[in-house]
């Protein structure tokens, strides 16, 4: 059993009144995880006045770049260090099978930072090209040589507010590139998943982030309404649904914040005629069924080509059917639970909406006969999916893949086009030439070709357009988002 030391706030571990707390549960056992603290309302209001005064009063905006990148250093190497504590909680508390834990969880989290801190260690003022300006009061006069240069303020003080599925890789993920640039953070996490932040928040005190700069609340909607609408917040940076997305936009309006969206996800994978088709089903199975389909980026929409499509279907149905399902504290696992019984009830709904429309279920649409406790739902293919349907366009976040057939490119283009979301997406083809001019004509904010580029790379760009969301994290753009440019003009001469 975890146990928390309580709300990390001003450097503090903060007791929650009344001592209120909630269990966490094991989502593959239903077993308890560990009792987390609750925090409300009047803790979320103690944080955002440390990060302030943080903020305000302390040198931590104002120190050289390269200082801040050896503090964030050192904590991302503690971080590492407690790595065998930290992928045990994501496997406990998130249900994530092992593999996928070491690596998108853990690995993939590390490497974004470790790129982040390199950048910054590299980062100057941006010199501005000089400019002559003629002399106005007298044309034969001397002119004036001007120039400049940018500089990079932090925006201030953040509000960090992050889903379940991947606790860790958001929470650093936002921790890292905020207080390298000179920002204060208040981190909500999940209340599913409040623990891999708590341990996120002893490590910072360990190795001794000054007081204020992070600060670590839990809690739930009411928690991050606060976070998000109080006056002394400059920027949300949010990872989660669309809809609470929307919502937070709407809570910062009057005070204008900034906002950093990732959003949710209903990306399409286009399977050409002439694909390799063991490949495009490998790539098409684990694009639903990995953390059992709670993945933002998921291509869950499989454009098949017409002429192969019965082939694809019966190959992906066969192979998610060899899926060993069961408990991620098993090595062995490839396929663990649901977060919960509200995520699995969802699921249900949607594969209930799939049975009651024109399309085919192929494989799956009910909980494993095989697993007697945990939030598990079986691998669930649908065949001649209507695009317009509702499995098609909302996004399920559970392992349901929906087939969708077409006959020509621009056919497919446009079915994948035809989508609320915007966030991935995929081409296979033995054409690499031809996919790579599809994806220009893609409206998404990634395309993988052939299954992409092996792994999620440390400094590729990620993020959304239309309802999947605002901005980017990760690659050169990164430190940006949570940057404002200052421009310093003078004379040359
Ligand atoms: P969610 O939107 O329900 O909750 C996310 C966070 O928002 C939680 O911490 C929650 O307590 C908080 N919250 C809820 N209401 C709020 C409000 N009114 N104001 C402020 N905060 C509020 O998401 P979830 O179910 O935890 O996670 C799944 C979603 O996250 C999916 O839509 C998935 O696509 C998305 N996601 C996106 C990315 C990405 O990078 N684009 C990555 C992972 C997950």
Redesign the pocket.
Known sequence: MFTARGLYIDGNWHRVANDRSEAVINPATEAVVGEAPVGNARDAEAAIGAARRAFDASDWAIRPMVDRAEVIERFVDAVEARGAEIKAMITSEAGSVQWLTESLQFATPIEHARYAIAEARGWRPVALAPEVSPNFYDPDGPGTLGTGVVLHDPVGVVAA??????PFF?NLGKIVPALLMGNTLVL?????TPFVALILGEIADEIGIPKGVLNIVT???D???V??SDARIDMVS????????A??MA?GAPTLKRVLL????KSAMIVRADADLASAVADGLANFTLHSG????LQTRHLVHNRIRAAYVEALAEAARSLVIGNPADPATMFGPL?GAA?RDRVEHYVEHGRASSARLVGGGRRPASQVRGFFYEPTIFDDVDNSSAIAQD?I?GPVACVIGFDTDDEAVAIANDSKFG?SGGIHSADVGRAYSMAGRLRTGDVSINGGAGKMLSHAP???IKR??LGR?YGSGWLHEYAQSKTVLFHAG
Not at 238 to 245: K, L, R, W
Not at 262 to 265: H, S
Request: charged letters at 10%; glycine letters at 22%; a negative charge.
């Open positions: 507010i992050t889903p379940y599925n991947f958001l909500k996490p999940s209340p599913l809690g739930g909607a928690v991050g309404t976070l998000t949010f990872t989660g649904s669309d809809a609470v997305g919502a937070i809570q990732e959003l949710g996800g709670q993945g933002c980026a977060i995520q996004e976040f966030l990620f993020g959304g999947s969301g994290e």
